[in-house]
Each structure stands twice: as C-alpha cells, then as structure tokens.
C-alpha cells in the first residue's frame, strides 16, 4: 500500500479529503499545525502526525494549502521528500505561477475537482444536497502532470479519485489547460456572471417583487436556459423574444472584447493575483 501524507488536513478542502482517505486502502498520516484544523480533525478521530517525521517516507504528498501559501509551503515540504516520490496540489495556479519548489528528481501531479453537475440527476436527498461534491454526489475531475512517469500520472489519478469520490469521469488535460479552466473560465467569468445575475435579484426585490416569487422565477428560468444553452435538450431553442432580449444586453453590459479574459498574459495575471 502507498503511504501518502495529507498536509493541510485541517483545512477547507484538506478536510474534505481527509473525510474520504481516512478509511480508504492508501497509508495516511495527516499534518495540520493551525489550532483550529487540528480541532475539527479531532471530532472525525484523525490524530494529527509530524511532518519531519513522516513525509521523507510517504509515496505521495498532498499539498492542501491555500494558493496563497504554497510557495512558503512547497519550500519547507518538498525537499524533504524522498527521490522518486510523488507530490500533489489541487490547483494549477502556484504551478502556473512558478511558485512551486522545483525538484528534478521527484513527480508534480495537480488535479482539482469539477463540482457536480447543474445536470446531475441524483437518487437521494444527501447527493441532492452535495453541491460541492466529495460526499454523495457524482463528480468529474480534471488532472494534469506536470513533471513525471506515465506510471505517477496513474498513482495520482488512482488518489484523486478516492479523495474526490465518487468520481464519474476523469479527464486528462495539460497545466495551461487547467489555468483556462480555472480561474479563468469559472472564476473570472462565470462566477462574475452568476454574481451579476444575483444581484439582479436583490434588485428586483428592491423594487417590490415579492422574494420567494423571484427567486421560484429565476431558478426555473435559470434552469431551462442552461439546459438550452448547454445542449440538453437537443433542438431547442430560445424564443424570438427572448433571443432579442438577449442581443440587447449583449450591447448594452457586455463588452465585445471579453474573450481577453482567455489571452496567455490576462491569464498569467489572474493567476498572479490570486498567488
């Protein structure tokens, strides 16, 4: 069995992790130093280990810190690792934005959750309510080697679906590819777009639309757009009005150069931002 060491155990997506690898067939030890993190290990029954003593003889490490950490991070935990190890993040920025130590003997492996499906169909009330993912419900997951072997690339799909289970699909893709993914296209774009589409119902409350009307109004609506937009429903199409609507805020809060967000050097910034 691999030994594999979760660093950052305690934290919002190390926990998460930590919830699926602490019974799973891999050799974990968990390493969390905030006060707060080892509390909430705690109350799952996971004892937190030293890193000195356990990461120069794991398989795999995992980098659960924060974007913003795992320069300072890296620094401290990868030359620590034993030749041939293998080491994963769960986020392509630090790697985009050179942030990660660099080792030549060792493997980087990055992989990062796709979140269940607006079209998940789901047979419980507890995967229903999995809008994260990691517990019940179904999700795809995107992975990327950066450095390494064909057979760390399968070690560390192998533990990402165990850590991201249940897992539907697991799809290849290059670290650029993740950066256009994210944040780029999920974060730059469309959680700006959904946030504009939230505050426009907080505005039409403002105006006297009864809350619950809207937001019963706007979810549904939301609903059936998507599922025309994203093709599941093969050969519908939006209404004339509603196309004309469309065209009409396009002009009017759209900017036409808004695929910029995509260009390498836009990109590079999004990512140097947020590192």
Known sequence: MLKVALVGAGG????????????????????????TGIARLAEKGIMVSETG?????????ILAVPDVA??????????????????ITLDPAAALAGKLFKRSDIAYFITHPAHPSIFNWEPTEEAVKDHFGG??????????????????????ED????????VSRSHR????????????????????CVY?????LDEVIKRGVPPEAARDFL???????????????????????????????????IKEDWKKVFEPDNVKDQIMSIT
Request: aromatic content about 6%; glycine content about 8%.
């Open 12 to 35: 919002k997506m190390g926990l998460r992790l930590a919830h699926n690898l602490k019974d799973s067939d891999y050799i974990v030890t968990f390493h969390e130093i905030a006060p």
């Open 53 to 61: 003593f356990c990461v120069p003889g794991s398989d795999i490490v």
């Open 135 to 156: 517990v019940a419900a179904k999700q795809a997951i995107v992975c990327a080697l950066m450095q390494g072997s064909e057979d760390d690339y399968s070690k560390g």
């Open 196 to 200: 504009v589409i939230r505050q426009g």
């Open 219 to 253: 979810l549904g609506h939301l609903r059936i757009q998507m599922a025309v937009l994203f093709d599941e429903l093969p050969g519908a199409v939006f209404s004339d009005a509603a196309n004309k609507a469309l065209q009409r805020g396009l002009k009017e809060f």
């Open 70 to 87: 795992l320069e300072k991070v890296s620094e401290e935990i990868i030359p620590a690792m034993r030749e041939g190890a293998l080491v």
């Open 173 to 192: 893709i290059t670290v650029e590819q993740m950066g256009l993914l994210e944040p780029a296209l999920v974060e730059t774009l469309a959680s700006t």
């Open 159 to 166: 533990l990402a679906r165990t850590f991201y289970a249940p």
